[in-house]
């Protein structure tokens, strides 16, 4: 039986009760953090009847369930979407209101779990919502970071990174599982043992070892009582250091594995869309792997014997090529463990695994060196040569006589592993994540694999769950689309077509654009208490926050924003409606040029946000510390969405369909799921400029883009990118954006230039541009272009991309929960 949260009388009665036995205080004197952990366990009392409801369904009406392999869940803070999934969310705020407390104070309390980077951290904690609320069973299975993505503070421009500490004091949503623990083993040898009938047993020895521990957070589905599981692992070592192993000679192992454990978990790697290549992840990928493989199958093999028949049961999802040890892993277990022999093994292995590639940039692409993975994981290396070996062969068997080709798509090769092949090899499904990105994969970068296995190759373009990114974040809106056209949409986004009806309707309209403004003073209180800068809620807030990339073009966006300022200055009686510029984005600790353009966007606003003279026409704002939480507030605020990388190279992108969600408008390129918006839209209601993926293909291709004559041509750009060196927006260094210039046009020669064609779409920008300014003046046009966003972005919840998962890879039972 579902269990409900109880009435707002019953919660105030709790929350009160728990913040006595939990901190022996009155209310009236516990602080906001004591109320928010008392929020969390009343809320955390009915997710767990939930999820006890949940396991004995699961037992009962054994289903074939999904675990999903990533190395990244951005979930976000829990607090607020499971008060919002278990229908509570109206009750506890009216709880607090009675008490006296606002409820965004209380969830503000909760550390934002940031156990991701961007776009596909955040995607599998989408699934991971849709998944439950479609009643499919599921795990999604990661690693329990003991400090997440960077805090980024902005000092003097420049972005600092600071330790994100999150399980500093207890998280109230984790539970700790130490009934399901596991050892996880990494160096050492392998022994050959001759068996009596012929066959050879393969024994790892002289390995460290670690104690997986998973630490399980519920999952819940929307209104439905569905909660499943996200395990992430922490590792401790298998053997407390004790000083008696000194005198047996293993003080040093123990030392080692103690060391081993210590660091395994410690901390995600910042980086976005690019791979360092450190020791430590492949660790880190294999301890997560091992584990979950692990417990997948422990949890199998308690309800049944056959072990052949997992795949009936059981399917692996590896989140991009960081979880492509599942396939080896698996491999071994299935053989050292079980017994099988490696066709039986593989036979299973092969209708358990499936793969998604996330990207097509090759600094993405992993490859660790062999003789790293050989050293690390002995066992499995010799697997993967085994794996490797077939494969060759199987090449070899389809195309006769073409060893380039072999060389090409080979797992191993060139000293190097090739996570990506590997994936491909073993995995039955193959997807990427919008039309246009599987396209390229067929066609281009991954097109030896498609000639080799066209079956095995799918679209599932992305989605986003609008109970995150409407209801909670933009609570105001999605009251008012319940009151037009009732709650369907929470749980079937195609519904919202039925607002085409409102478009035309002028007090329609002028309620949808009241909200938006709300929202836009929401951000602009939010702006002021946290950057101190005053930005007018009229003015058109236009919008890019995402990770800090040179392919997604925030260099493009600002020497944009410098351009109009020119132009401006240049024609102060010049017809521009007044508009805010917003970035928010975090870059890579490493990344040079990521950080230098965070640095000029910080220096352009203060040189303008301080010009009297332009009559604020202009605001640039850089919100610190972009994230979930605060994400949610801004899609909210948006009239205009910046998605604008350079054609093919964002694969989806996810946060175009926030906004979208949200009733902003799009200026973006035919990029990753932007042309599927263009599709759903028609022209008339996005903004699209620049050039296509197959232009920027040909480039590419024949190498014979100059931007230097794009510059020649165009004397805006000359202008401001004379601005860059000159001194005028760096005074005291007139040399500090240099690399951003020479990145451009690469006066040394000695580089590509302009890799990502910033001055080649610069003028089409400009142009697309002016059009949404002229749209803005005509607040009717603006309103209804901005519902049609809403009405039409049904297509992109990630209900529907789970169930063509489910449709066409997975094929999962949906639980019956009575
Ligand atoms: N960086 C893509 O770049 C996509 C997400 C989720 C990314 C982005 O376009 O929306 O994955 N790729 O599919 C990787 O992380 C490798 C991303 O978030």
Same mark, same amino acid.
Request: net charge neutral; no cysteine; charged share 25%.
């Given at each position: 039986m579902k269990r409900q949260m109880p009435s707002t009388r019953e919660i105030e009665q709790e929350i009160v009760g728990r913040v006595k036995t939990m901190f022996r205080k009155d209310f009236e004197m516990a602080t906001k953090e004591e109320i928010y952990r008392a929020c969390a366990e009343v809320v955390n009392d009915v997710v767990i009847d939930n999820w006890l409801t949940t396991q004995k369904s699961f037992v009962q009406q054994d289903p074939k369930c999904v675990y999903y392999m990533s190395m990244e869940f951005l979930i976000g803070r829990l607090l607020g979407n499971n008060m919002i999934n278990m229908r509570g969310y109206t009750e506890v705020m009216d709880a607090l209101d009675e008490l006296g407390v606002d409820i965004n104070e209380v969830e503000d309390?909760?550390?934002?779990?940031?156990l991701g980077n961007g776009g596909l951290g955040r995607l599998a904690a989408c699934f991971l919502d849709s998944l439950a609320t479609l009643q499919y069973p599921a795990y999604g299975c990661g690693i329990r970071y003991h400090y997440g993505m960077f805090k980024q503070k902005i000092e003097d421009g420049y972005q600092q990174e600071v330790p994100d500490?999150?399980?500093?004091?207890?998280?109230?949503f984790e539970l700790q599982r130490t009934e399901y623990e596991f050892e996880v083993r990494f160096g050492g040898w392998v022994r050959y043992d001759s068996q009596p009938d012929g066959t050879t047993k393969y024994i790892h020895e002289g390995y460290n070892a670690v104690i997986a521990t998973p630490y399980d957070l519920p999952v819940t589905g929307f209104d439905n009582g569905m909660v499943n599981t996200l395990m992430i692992w922490d590792a401790k070592p298998k053997e407390v250091f004790r000083l008696d192993s000194f005198e047996k000679g293993d003080y040093s192992r123990a030392v080692e594995d103690m060391n081993l454990a210590r660091n395994l978990t410690e901390v995600l790697y910042p980086n976005d869309n690019h791979i360092q290549g450190k020791e430590l992840r492949l660790k880190q990928q294999y301890f997560f792997v091992s584990a979950s493989i692990q417990r997948a199958l422990a949890k199998y093999l308690r309800y049944h014997k056959d072990i052949k028949k997992l795949p009936e049961k059981v399917v692996f999802q590896m989140n991009d090529t960081h979880p492509t040890l599942t396939v080896a892993e698996l491999m071994r277990i299935l053989m050292d463990v079980h017994g099988l022999g490696w066709d039986e093994a593989w036979e299973i292995t092969t209708h358990c695994v499936a793969y998604t590639n996330h990207t097509i940039m090759s600094e993405a692409l992993e490859k660790w060196p062999q003789d790293i993975f050989k050293r690390l994981l002995p066992r499995v290396f010799m697997i993967v040569e085994e794996i490797n070996r077939r494969f060759c062969d199987e090449i070899r068997a389809k195309f006769p006589g073409d060893e380039d080709r072999v060389h090409r798509m080979a797992i191993l090769a060139d000293d190097q592993v090739k996570m990506a092949h590997m994936a491909i090899a073993a995995s039955y499904s193959v997807n990427g994540v919008a039309a246009l990105h599987t396209e390229i994969l067929k066609n281009v970068s991954l097109h030896d694999f498609y000639e080799m296995y066209p079956e095995k190759f799918n679209n599932k373009t992305n989605g986003i769950t609008q109970?995150?990114?409407? #209801?909670?974040?933009n609570y105001k809106l999605s009251d008012w689309v319940i009151k037009k056209i009732g709650r369907g949409w929470i749980t079937d986004l195609s519904q919202m077509k039925k607002l085409e009806s409102f478009v035309d309707d002028k007090k329609s309209l002028d309620e949808f654009m009241a909200i938006k403004l709300d929202n836009k003073k929401r951000l602009a209180k939010y702006i002021w208490e946290h950057n101190g800068i005053e930005v007018d809620p009229n003015s058109i807030f236009d919008v890019q926050v995402k990770r800090l990339h040179e392919y997604k073009r925030q260099l493009l966006n600002i020497l944009h924003v410098m351009y109009l300022y020119n132009q401006i200055k240049e024609?102060?009686? #010049?017809d521009f409606y007044p508009t805010t510029f917003i970035f928010g984005a975090k870059a890579s600790a490493g990344y040079e040029n990521a950080k230098l353009i965070i640095k000029l966007i910080n220096n352009v606003a203060a040189v303008i946000n301080n010009d009297k003279s332009i009559d604020d026409k202009i605001k640039v704002v850089f919100i610190e510390d972009y994230r979930v939480s605060n994400a949610e507030w801004i899609f909210a605020a948006a009239d205009v969405s910046e998605q604008i990388s350079?054609?093919?190279?964002?694969?989806?992108?996810?946060g175009n369909m926030k906004f979208m969600l949200n009733g902003a408008v799009t200026i973006g390129t035919m990029d990753g799921a932007n042309v599927e918006m263009y599709q759903e839209l028609g022209g008339e209601n996005i903004y699209i400029f620049g050039m296509s993926s197959d232009e920027v293909i040909a480039h590419e291709k024949n190498n014979d883009y100059n931007p230097v004559d794009v510059m020649n041509g165009n004397h805006h750009i000359q202008k401001v990118l004379q601005q860059l060196v000159n001194g005028n927006y760096s005074i005291d260094n007139p040399e500090l954006f240099r690399p951003l210039y020479n990145s451009l046009l690469n006066t040394q020669c000695t580089a590509k230039a302009d890799t990502y064609f910033v001055l080649k779409d610069f003028a089409s920008y400009c142009e697309t541009y002016e059009k949404i300014q002229e749209a803005y003046k005509d607040k009717y046009k603006w309103a209804k272009m901005a519902l049609e966003n809403v009405a039409h972005v049904g297509k992109f919840s990630s209900d529907r991309t789970i169930q063509e998962y489910v449709d066409d890879i997975w094929h999962l039972d949906k639980l019956d929960l009575k």
């Open positions: 309390q909760e550390p934002d779990p940031a500490n999150w399980l500093q004091t207890r998280y109230p109970r995150r990114f409407l #209801m909670h974040g024609n102060p009686e #010049m350079t054609a093919s190279k964002e694969a989806s992108g996810t």
